[in-house]
């Protein structure tokens, strides 16, 4: 039987590609330029988490379009409109 975790949650942060900067491969969304759930301006995303998803435009993306540290790289992002919304669900455990 699988371990299951007493308590998740969700964080969401949003920003626009506009806010990223690299190009091809190497395009990234630095986490400070994202507004977290309540407003403010994020300090950095959280260390440990369960899974994050990805949206870009509202759309939920596969898990082979980025990668999370303390940036969000999406390579190729760079060729998207500076005004396309992007938002990030991570859930914590």
């Not at 969700?10 to 630095?30: E, H, L, P, V, W």
């Amino acid at each position: 039987m699988p371990i299951i975790k007493p308590f998740m949650a969700s964080r969401k942060f949003s920003a626009t590609i506009g806010d990223g900067t690299g190009t091809g491969a190497t395009f990234a969304i630095a986490a400070t330029t994202f507004i977290d759930d309540t407003g403010a301006t994020a300090t950095a995303f959280p260390a440990s988490f369960a899974y994050y998803v990805l949206y870009i435009n509202a759309q939920p993306q596969t898990a082979d379009t980025s990668t999370l540290t303390t940036t969000i790289t999406i390579p190729g992002g760079d060729v998207l409109d500076d005004a396309t919304p992007i938002l990030v669900e991570i859930v914590v455990n």
